[in-house]
């Protein structure tokens, strides 16, 4: 059974940092992509940010772009995104993902964990 446990959220003022941590379990970690998701209050989840299996092809939601940057351990079976830059509409609980695929596209996630709310205030 995958499970993923996230953890880093919190409150941060407008142009501040947070970074964001998972840890999954349940399978093996190294095949599989790895993505971050966000729902904001009132909004559909959306994509943020992906990874393939090894780590050497990552992509981006147009908002984020240069900005975040995800990257991940599979020694640990970590997953990191770290935000830079943020903005009041990054508010969001934010899931990380993983996809039974080893590069997947942002519909291509069907496993999230519990999320970590992250709140930005202007």
């Known amino acids: ?10 409150l941060v003022q ?11 379990s349940g399978r093996t970690f190294s095949s599989y992509a790895m993505g971050w998701l966000r729902q ?13 299996w090894n780590g050497d092809t990552t ?4 908002s984020v772009k ?5 990257s991940r351990d599979n020694a640990k079976n970590t997953v990191a995104l770290q935000m830079n ?5 990054d508010t969001a609980v934010y899931y990380c993902a ?6 997947a596209g942002p519909r291509e996630f069907n496993y999230w964990g519990q999320g970590t709310q992250v709140t930005v205030s202007s």
């Not at 904001?40 to 990874?51: L, M, S, T």
């Open 66 to 70: 240069g900005r975040f940057t995800i």
């Open 98 to 103: 993983t996809s039974d695929y080893r590069t």
């Open 1 to 10: 059974q995958v499970q993923l446990v996230e953890s880093g959220g919190g």
């Open 85 to 89: 830059s943020l903005k009041p509409e």
């Open 14 to 24: 407008a142009g501040g940092s947070l970074r964001l941590s998972c840890a999954a």
């Open 40 to 52: 904001a209050p009132g909004k559909e989840r959306e994509f943020v940010a992906a990874i393939n």
């Open 59 to 62: 992509y981006y939601t147009d």
